[in-house]
Structures are given as C-alpha cells and as structure tokens.
C-alpha cells in the first residue's frame, strides 16, 4: 500500500476562532490582501480589525478577476493573503497568491484549457477562512478559474498552493440562509462519498470520509431548520473541512 498525504501546514478549528486573525496574519507580513465575496459587510469587522487591502470576488473565481487581483496585490506590495468567504473566494485568494509570486497570464498554468505551466515559486502565505460549511477548499491543493473564451472551469494546482493556514469558525456560518445552508451542505456530503468510493481510497480517507458522512447525516437537517443550532454547524464545519482533507 502506498498514498500521500498532504494538506494546509496549520488548521485551527473551533467557535470563535477568526478573532485571531489579527495576530495570525502578523506573523506573516505587515501589509494583507483579504479577498472576499459579493457581500464584504459581513465580513467587514474581519477585514476592519486586519487594516487590510480588499479584494472582491463577485462571484465564481475567473481568469481575468486573479490576473486583477495578482497585479493588485503587487501593485499594494501586499505580502500576505486573506480569504475570507465561500469556496471561489478561498479559491480566489490561492490563485492570487501564486500568480503574484510566479508572474505570467494565469491562463499559462491553467491545466486543460492552459498550458499546465508548472508553478514554481512559493505563493505568498495564504490564510484561508471558510464562511460556508461546502468545499473544503481551505485544505486543498487547487483553484478552480472560470475561463470565458474557452467556456470551461479548470484548476490550477500545485502543492505550493496550500494554505499556511486554515481558520475554521463555525461561528461565521451561523448567518447562512436555509438555501445556501442546503446545497453547500450538500456539496460537502457529495466531496466526501466521492472519496470514500473511489479507486484511489486509502485507509487514512476512508476514516476521514466515513467520519464526516456520519456527521452530515445528522446535521444538515438541523442546520437547515435552525442556522442557529451551534452544534450542527459545528458538525457541518468539520465535514466540510473533512472532505478537503480527503481529496488527496
């Protein structure tokens, strides 16, 4: 038998949590990026107490929005980057990060539709923040970037591109309409059975996926009918954080 397993150098879990943002991006650098989505007020406490640079992500994460936001954050000489938000935020922030330190159209290391250009300088530190309980892109290795003139999503990825940390609050979930709740939810059941089920399986997935499964089956309900049951959204924080760990 023989796997690898790699995922984000730090991951801090638990309730109010975020409230050590400040102190975490200061042992990184003096002057944050943080990346957030189509509604920064709710985040903007976060982004207020890091004196921070703001990069906003409209939506799903985009060739031309990372080429933006890379020449921002050189351009501000930033040297750290926060995403605080959903999966395309954090996916954002990961592009962000490695396009800044490695040059070039973002397009040339896209795989598919790109030219697989292999990243090669270590991104700027990245913390990554999840504000929804879906992806688990706060522990993987990848960016998935929408390119319009070829109308497909690809990945960037590298293993350079791992968050140096990872801050899950299940806290930041709490405010989640039933909707958003309900098909992030999902997301997150659909990143664990993927795993669990495929050829590549290990020991190690197979016990994360098995773990997180259990908690979705009996949280996603109640999370949904109470955004405000902290145990439910505790669970679904950590299934979510779990089916990013297994997708080694």
Request: net charge negative; proline share 6%.
């Amino acid at each position: 038998m023989r796997f690898e397993f790699a995922t984000a150098t730090r991951i801090i879990f638990g309730e109010g949590t975020a409230a050590s943002l400040p102190d975490l991006a200061r042992s990184f650098g003096t002057r944050p990026l943080v990346v957030t989505g189509a509604s920064p007020k709710r985040t903007e406490g976060l982004v207020a107490a890091l004196s921070a640079a703001n990069f906003a992500v409209p939506g799903e994460p985009t060739v031309d929005m990372i080429r933006e936001g890379a020449r921002y954050a050189k351009d501000a000489a930033c040297d750290v980057v926060i995403s605080i938000g959903g999966g395309s935020v954090i996916d954002a922030g990961k592009a962000i990060a490695a396009i800044a330190t490695n040059g070039g159209e973002p397009l040339e290391f896209l795989e598919v539709v790109g030219k697989g250009r292999t990243i090669t300088s270590p991104s700027l530190p990245f913390i990554a923040v999840p504000t929804t309980a879906g992806t688990g892109s706060e522990v993987t290795r990848n960016a998935v970037l929408g390119s319009a003139e070829d109308g497909v999503k690809a990945s960037l990825r590298s293993p350079l591109m791992l968050p140096q940390v990872a801050v899950v609050d299940p806290e930041l979930t709490y405010a989640l309409p039933p909707e958003v709740t309900a098909y992030t939810g999902l997301d997150a059941l659909t990143q664990l059975i993927e795993p669990y089920v495929s050829s590549r399986a290990n020991p190690l997935v197979d016990a994360i996926c098995i773990e997180g499964i259990r908690r979705v089956a009996g949280a996603l309900r109640r999370a949904y009918h109470d955004g405000a049951d902290r145990d439910a959204r505790r669970d679904m924080a950590l299934a979510s954080l779990f089916g990013g760990l297994a997708l080694v």
